[in-house]
């Protein structure tokens, strides 16, 4: 599985040139999905008896298609906020409240109130929340998110644990929490950790989830323990592949060690990162001052990645690929701003020219539901190919 992961790491697109052609000739920027790609995933993570539920964090991407391509693949849904739960009930037909895992963070009122009313499983992380609105929590089964002290993560500002997170209960503050949740009859049916996104030490689960029991043996009434998502994704040339033999090794052995819980995790971009690309016309070629620029006729609006936090995407040229004869470009947008650049220095061919259709890749996760019309610039399109 791996290999052949390995072997299709940049070439679902790559086979599939004319068909994106086609789909840019309708109109860019444009995002393509690849279903397969995300079931490939998908199975890499359920391809273990040591996990017992996977969430889909569908904030990564919340297009229905991909949504239901992994609920039929076994998965839940991890949603942070009231929009996300009712959009997965709408799009998801037959989906079990059961299904879903509600993991907010410092939602209002209403949207607590709101998710115990559709039956999903709900996550708390601070004791404020229950002393100011005891009735909300009343009587209720909670998931407990803690702050292990420390966050993970490809950039800091995806990091969710350690002082600087507005995110999770510090665990100085369990006992205060437990105290509040004694005297409102709340119960800790699961304790919940996601420490950061794009974490490459596989290791790194295997020990949340081992603090995590620790903390469970104590409690007494945990059932379930979540060790987040954050798993890696590839993008530069130069990135190792996830070692996810070892990252299920590791999981098996500590579900081995403490067997009475059930192992949760919630990864968003490893899914569907990959499925992923942005497909954009050059519209401009210009050489100022000895740089040379490519632009799009979209840039940070379409994908703030790259300016939000200096992320690589590798970017093509489709309508000439293979072409060897090269130059090095920044690829920009049309955005007023400066930091609208896709990418600095990168080799693509010395021709490239207005009209053709610029792959930008691995862009499933994190791309068009984070996309904006700012200068009043449309939204991407997208498709999906079965
Ligand atoms: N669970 C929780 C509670 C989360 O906050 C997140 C992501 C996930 C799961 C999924 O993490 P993943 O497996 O996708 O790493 N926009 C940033 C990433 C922000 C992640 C926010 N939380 C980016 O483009 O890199």
């Known amino acids: 599985l791996e290999v052949g992961r ?8 790559v086979g599939r040139r004319g068909q994106l052609l086609a789909r840019a000739a309708e109109g860019t920027p444009r995002y393509v ?4 790609t995300v079931r490939e995933h998908a199975r890499v993570l359920t391809g273990t008896d040591a996990i017992d539920r996977c969430y889909f964090a569908i904030k990564a991407n919340p297009h229905p298609a991909i949504l239901r391509t ?15 739960i009712e959009h997965v009930f709408a799009n998801v037909p037959g989906l079990s409240p059961q299904r879903v895992l509600f993991t907010p963070s410092f939602a209002p009122r209403h949207e607590y109130e709101a998710a ?15 002393q100011r609105w005891p009735e909300v929590f009343r009587g209720r089964t909670v998931w407990l998110r803690l702050d292990l002290g420390r966050g993970e993560g490809h950039h800091a500002k995806v990091k969710t644990g350690g002082v600087a ?4 209960l510090p665990l100085a503050r369990v006992d205060a929490f437990l105290d509040a949740a004694r005297a409102i009859d709340l119960r800790i049916g699961g304790l919940h950790a996601h420490l950061g996104s794009g974490i490459d030490d596989a290791r790194h689960w295997h ?9 469970a043996d104590r409690i007494g009434t945990v059932e379930s323990i979540d060790i987040g998502g954050g798993l890696p994704v590839p993008y530069t040339p130069e990135s190792p592949l996830f070692d996810v ?10 579900k081995a060690d403490y067997p009475r819980y059930r192992l949760v995790v919630e990864p968003g971009r490893y899914l569907v990162a990959e499925a992923g690309v942005l497909l954009l016309s050059v519209t401009q070629v210009v050489d100022k001052d000895g740089v040379r620029r490519i632009g799009a006729d979209a840039g940070m609006n379409a994908l703030m990645r790259p300016s939000v ?55 499933g996760a994190y791309g068009m539901v984070m996309a904006n019309t700012y200068n009043l610039r449309a939204l991407p399109a997208e498709d999906v190919i079965e």
């Open 33 to 36: 999905y690849d279903l397969e």
């Open 207 to 215: 020990d949340v989830y081992a603090q995590l029991a620790c903390l």
């Open 116 to 130: 115990f009313g559709h039956g999903v499983t709900v996550t708390v992380d601070n004791v404020e929340a229950l």
């Open 165 to 168: 997170a507005k995110f999770g």
């Open 309 to 363: 936090y200096d992320a690589y995407h590798g970017i093509h040229n489709l309508s000439r690929l293979g072409d060897e004869d090269t130059l090095e470009y920044d690829v920009v947008g049309p955005i007023c701003e400066s930091g609208d650049v896709l990418g600095f220095g990168r080799p693509l061919p010395a021709a490239t020219a207005e009209g053709d259709v610029l792959l930008v890749a691995d862009t």
């Open 6 to 13: 390995a072997q299709r790491r940049a070439s679902w697109w």
């Open 245 to 254: 033999a070892l990252w299920r090794s590791g999981l098996e052995a500590i």
């Open 70 to 84: 992994l609920v039929t693949e076994g998965f839940g849904l991890e949603c942070v906020s009231l929009g996300e």
